[in-house]
């Protein structure tokens, strides 16, 4: 039994709560299985869009676009990327936490690393949609 003034006996948590303890984060192995599950989507997309590109070799404007039209592709390009950006941002995430040790230089890295992501998926899915709806 714990004394009364005791950390456990002040503690808010149930004692499952202070078995299954997760870190300061409480989410210490979500980031983890996120970047193992796009990786895995990544290598599974992969073959696809190299066939798309190996397509798109010596084609002409009109014979692309006509490609990259169809709606199948675009998910595919689509899915790629989005899964891509994903992992990218995760993975240079963790690089930051781990090796950036000034706070307002981590905290500035992590928010540029959210912004950069950001405005590469935005930037490529906004391209995919143009040449998917042919304009």
Aim: net charge positive; proline share 4%; aromatic share 8%.
């Amino acid at each position: 039994m714990s004394a009364p003034n005791s950390p456990a006996t002040r503690s808010m948590r149930t004692p499952l709560g202070r078995v299954r303890y997760l870190g300061a984060s409480h989410s210490g192995t979500s980031d983890f299985w996120l970047q193992r599950i796009t990786a895995v989507a990544s290598v599974l997309l992969i073959l696809p869009v190299v066939v798309v590109v190996m397509m798109l070799l010596g084609r002409n404007q009109a014979g692309a676009a006509q490609i990259l039209g169809s709606p199948f592709v675009a998910i595919i390009l689509l899915l790629f990327i989005i899964a891509m950006v994903w992992h990218m941002k995760i993975g240079m995430q963790v690089v930051i936490e781990d090796y950036v040790h000034g706070e307002k230089v981590k905290l500035m890295a992590i928010m540029a690393n959210n912004f950069f992501s950001f405005a590469v998926a935005l930037a490529s899915i906004y391209a995919i949609l143009k040449l998917s709806s042919g304009v």
